[in-house]
Structure formats: structure tokens, C-alpha cells
């Protein structure tokens, strides 16, 4: 029976540290770091997100701002506020929240993102910096993901390490990151996605599988090997019978995986938290110039 990797835990434990870093920040009589966030539309999974950093924020003592537009604003006006966060020197990192309405442009809109404020690290200069193992802002999920791993002291060296989904966001960066000279890291790396044939083939080889697909309970016993390290990304909103209207599905089998795994990341509780507290992290990296020196 696998044990739990524990995210809502372990992401307590760093929203604590940061909160301590923030407690001698304002004791010194400085500015708190600031967090703003652009979200455009009426998407309720984009809207519940920005909610929660903006929670995350308060919890930590970060001052927060948010700039909603609606679903027909310009992208002019996006560009526009994304250039005025740009100059505020009292606005350390912003997110602008994915996806964004069809007739923008998001390459354009990323790129606009200074870079030392992108603490996303969606910008393509913090991309390629994370590909050449530079200092950067690693998008929060993946250094989530990282962290987690890290805590557990899960061993990555040498280790067979599959990737479901190629994901901007999560699984093209995981796949980079698994790869790295770093711990965690040095696994050898099998990226799939929708054109994968016979995609357990490669998921019953691997040490390590991470799912990043968005397909409720796709990753079944069956399809794993015993002992492997498995982290679900997925949090798929599927019809319920609650208040809410719904629940949100991982995109593994828990039951059947939990059985054959040595690890395993809950859904909710495993992913999901250590990648908010993550972009605290980032925001406390853009604050103390961290990764950009000057
Ligand atoms: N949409 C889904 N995940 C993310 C994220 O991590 N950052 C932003 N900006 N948008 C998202």
C-alpha cells in the first residue's frame, strides 16, 4: 500500500516559512511583497484560482491586487495594464490567468510579461533559462512537483521517469526539469502525449509516472508498476451530486494505484496546494531579487 505525498501538508510547512520571512519584513519596517493578478473572462475554474492566491496572499501577508476585464476587453488593454505592472515598482511579480478569450493573442500577451515579474515563468527568457539550468522562476506546478518530491526525499537518480501530457504549463517543463543535473532530477525522461500509442507500455516501465492530462481516473492499477512513484496533476471538474455542483477528479485510479504504488499524491491535497504555495514562493523570489540580481 502506497504512502501519501502529503502536498497540503508540506505546503503549510513553506507558506509558514514564508509568512516567519514576511513577519521580519515588516519588522524592519519595509514594504510587504505584492502579488497582482490580470484575469480576463468569466471562466469559474480561472475565477476560483485567481481567488485562491489571492487568499494565499493574505495568509502569507503579501499585499495582493486584482485587475479583471471582461471577456471582450481588447488585447490593447491587456497590454496596456500588463505594461503598467511592469513600471510599478511597487508590484513585485503578476500572473495574467490562462486561458484568455480566443481573440487574444497569448504569445503576445506572455511576451509582454517583464520577465524579473513573470513569476509564472511563462515568459520564453525564463523558459530558456530553466532549460539551461539557470536561476529562474520555474512555473509553479512543476517547482511544486519538485519540492514535493524533495521533501519525501523520493530518489530520482537513474529512474524512469513518465510524463502524460506536454503541457506549457506542467509537462513540457517537467520533462526538462526531471532531466536536469539536480536532485530532484536525473531521471531519464519519456514524454507522451495524445499521439502515444500503447501509452502503458511506457507507464508500466516507469519509476515515476506524472500525469498532467486533465483525464478523470485514466491512470489505472493495471497500467503501473508496483512500487512506482505516481503524482497526479489533474483536477478535472466532473458533475456531482453536492452543493457545489461538482468534484474535482485527479487523473489517476487512486484505489487501484495506492494498492500497487510506494508513493502517491492525493487529489485534492497533493499537487494542488504545494503549486499555490509555490507561487508564494515565486513572489518572495521576486521581492528579494532573488533570481534577477539587480
Ligand atoms: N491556468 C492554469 N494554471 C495556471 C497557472 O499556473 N498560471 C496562470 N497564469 N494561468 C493558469
Known amino acids: 500500500m502506497a504512502q501519501i505525498l502529503d502536498g497540503l501538508k508540506v505546503s503549510k510547512v513553506i507558506k509558514q516559512e514564508i509568512k516567519q520571512d514576511v513577519e521580519k519584513i515588516k519588522a524592519a519596517g519595509k514594504r510587504v511583497p505584492h502579488l497582482s493578478a490580470i484575469l480576463v473572462g468569466n471562466n469559474g475554474a ?18 495582493s491586487s486584482l485587475h479583471k476585464f471582461p471577456s471582450t476587453a481588447s488585447e490593447a488593454e491587456i497590454l496596456e495594464k500588463i505594461n503598467e505592472l511592469n ?5 513585485d511579480g503578476f500572473i495574467v490567468q490562462l486561458p484568455l478569450p480566443k481573440q487574444m493573442d497569448q504569445e503576445k500577451i506572455i511576451m509582454a510579461i517583464e520577465s524579473r515579474k513573470d513569476v509564472d515563468g511563462f515568459h520564453p527568457e525564463n523558459f530558456g533559462r ?3 539550468e539557470m536561476d529562474t522562476f520555474l512555473p509553479a506546478t512543476p517547482f511544486g512537483i519538485l519540492t514535493l518530491l524533495e521533501h519525501y526525499q523520493i530518489e530520482t537518480k ?28 536525473n531521471s531519464t525522461v519519456t514524454l507522451t502525449h495524445s499521439y502515444t ?6 507507464t508500466k516501465n516507469a519509476d515515476i509516472v506524472i500525469t498532467a492530462l486533465g483525464d478523470p481516473y485514466f491512470l489505472k492499477g ?19 451530486d453536492n452543493e457545489r455542483g461538482y468534484i474535482l477528479a485527479g487523473d489517476v485510479d487512486f484505489d487501484s494505484c495506492a494498492e500497487k504504488a510506494s508513493w502517491i499524491t492525493p487529489v ?3 499537487v494542488g496546494p504545494m503549486t499555490r504555495a509555490m507561487l508564494m514562493k515565486n513572489t518572495l523570489l ?8 539587480d
Open 46 to 63: 480561472s475565477k476560483a484560482y485567481v481567488n485562491s492566491k489571492i487568499k494565499d496572499c493574505a495568509e502569507v501577508g503579501f499585499q
Open 87 to 91: 513600471n510599478d515598482p511597487e508590484v
Open 130 to 132: 530553466m532549460a539551461l
Open 158 to 185: 537513474g529512474k524512469h521517469c513518465v510524463i502524460i501530457g506536454r503541457s506549457r504549463i506542467v509537462g513540457r517543463p517537467m520533462s526538462i526539469l526531471m532531466g536536469r543535473k539536480d536532485f530532484p532530477g
Open 197 to 202: 500509442s500503447h501509452i502503458e507500455e511506457f
Open 222 to 240: 493495471d497500467m503501473i508498476k508496483e512500487g512506482a512513484v505516481i503524482v497526479d496533476v489533474g483536477i478535472t471538474r466532473v458533475d456531482a
Open 268 to 270: 485534492p491535497g497533493g
Open 286 to 293: 521576486a521581492y528579494k531579487h532573488t533570481i534577477y540580481k
